[in-house]
């Protein structure tokens, strides 16, 4: 299974910055060993579909509503990102499960939504410190899988723990092998035999000097990138570490 580099830029980007970013992963991702997507804010999924079109590179959104149209002011439903170029999603990112209070009701009605639509969705699990810290975080994180994973689920789950994200901190080699393995496991309990075939991305502070040891953990299925998604150097440093 090839490896998976996705960069989230969430709320980063004027159209200057897209096309500054987007623009060199076309010539960048030729003879890459994984396979390599870009998420952009809503408003610069067009533009940044347009810049990769026909290349490697697929282009995705940050979030989607339950619904397909209707009177929602404010949201964007699967099929205008489906619409827009894009043909991923992340859903259920820490920052929006916080900011939104989003539930793992929600998030597997917007993961349904967006297969509906014809969109890969990532679907995001993480602890926090202090449910870490309690020794929670295989509760947590079990939890999340079970409560946001609709049954035949065929996509590709994030683990990003909370800690890690946007802090330089990463988790270690080990405690991102237990937790791996530990979502693999649960994986295969919820969806048989189909639950070896999804990737898993490791996310939090992932950069181009620690990637080649995250992403050569047994079960990370890729990376899940925020802040170095959003200089082309670095995210092609980073999916240069990826494997086949
Ligand atoms: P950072 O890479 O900036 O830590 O962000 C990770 C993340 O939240 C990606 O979704």
């Known amino acids: 299974m090839r490896q998976l580099i996705a960069g989230n830029w969430k709320m980063n980007g004027l159209s200057g910055d897209a096309a500054a970013i987007a623009g060199p992963l076309r010539p960048g991702s030729d003879g890459l060993a994984c396979d390599l997507l870009v998420c952009p804010p809503f408003t610069q999924i067009v533009t940044v579909a347009n810049i990769l079109v026909g290349s490697a590179v697929a282009v995705g959104g940050q979030d989607c509503h339950v619904n397909e149209k209707g009177a929602h002011t404010g949201d964007i439903s699967a099929a205008m990102l489906r619409d827009a170029g894009a043909s991923w999603v992340i859903l259920g990112h820490s920052e929006r499960r916080a900011d939104h209070g989003e539930t793992d009701a929600l998030i597997q009605a917007k993961t349904r939504a967006a297969v509906a639509a014809s969109l890969t969705p990532i679907v995001c699990v993480g602890e926090t410190e202090a449910q870490r810290v309690a020794g929670q975080q295989n509760t947590v994180v079990g939890g999340q899988l079970t409560g946001s994973l609709p049954p035949g689920f065929a996509g590709v789950v994030a683990y990003e723990p909370v800690w890690a994200?946007?802090?330089?901190?990463?988790?270690?080699?080990?405690?991102?092998?237990?937790?791996?393995?530990?979502?693999?496991?649960?994986?295969?309990?919820?969806?048989?035999?189909?639950?070896?075939?999804?990737?898993?991305?490791?996310?939090?502070?992932?950069?181009?000097?620690?990637?080649?040891?995250?992403?050569?953990?047994?079960?990370?299925?890729?990376?899940?990138?925020?802040?170095?998604?959003?200089?082309?150097?670095?995210?092609?440093?980073?999916?240069?570490?990826?494997?086949?």
């Open 165 to 244: 994200i946007g802090t330089g901190k990463t988790a270690t080699e080990a405690d991102v092998a237990a937790m791996h393995l530990f979502i693999r496991e649960t994986l295969v309990r919820q969806l048989g035999d189909a639950g070896n075939s999804v990737r898993i991305l490791y996310g939090g502070s992932v950069r181009p000097a620690n990637a080649a040891s995250l992403l050569s953990v047994p079960h990370v299925g890729g990376a899940l990138v925020g802040g170095a998604s959003l200089k082309a150097e670095e995210f092609l440093g980073i999916a240069k570490a990826a494997k086949a």
